[in-house]
């Protein structure tokens, strides 16, 4: 129910803009974000927005570089990366939760209900 895309090879300094195209006609979450896993890594979270107005939370390595935004006319959300670094290199994961919950759990990936395959983003030095 979940299709992410857009990641690629960027130089360090560049930009990505992914995307997550939500399907079912039925699917209506309430949140929808963004995880990464680097190699060797546990996933972590990047950002999170509520699609009731509920507002937009990052983590704090991405605050200032990447944005979340929507087209709810296209089912789809997008995270625009900028000024990305090395270590921002990773897989991107795309998530959906129905229900509302409390802000301050947003980050707990064990929290989401459903996830996309992932997308690799590359930062070269």
């Known amino acids: 129910q979940l299709q992410a895309s857009g990641g690629g090879l960027v130089q360090a300094g560049g930009s990505l803009r992914l995307s997550c195209t939500t399907s079912?006609?039925?699917?209506?979450?309430?949140?929808m974000g963004w995880f990464r896993q680097a190699p060797g890594k546990e996933r972590d979270f990047v950002a999170a927005?509520?699609?009731?107005?509920?507002?937009?939370k990052y983590a704090d390595s991405v605050k200032g570089r990447f944005a979340f935004s929507r087209d709810n006319a296209k089912n789809t959300v997008y995270l625009q990366m900028n000024s990305l670094k090395p270590e921002d290199m990773a897989v991107y994961y795309c998530?959906?939760?129905?229900?509302?919950?409390?802000?301050?759990?947003?980050?707990?990936?064990?929290?989401?209900?459903?996830w996309g395959e992932g997308t690799q983003v590359t930062v070269s030095s």
């Open positions: 998530a959906a939760r129905s229900r509302r919950i409390v802000y301050s759990s947003w980050s707990d990936s064990n929290v989401w209900h459903y």
């Open positions: 079912g006609h039925t699917f209506r979450p309430d949140l």
């Open positions: 927005s509520s699609l009731g107005g509920g507002g937009t």
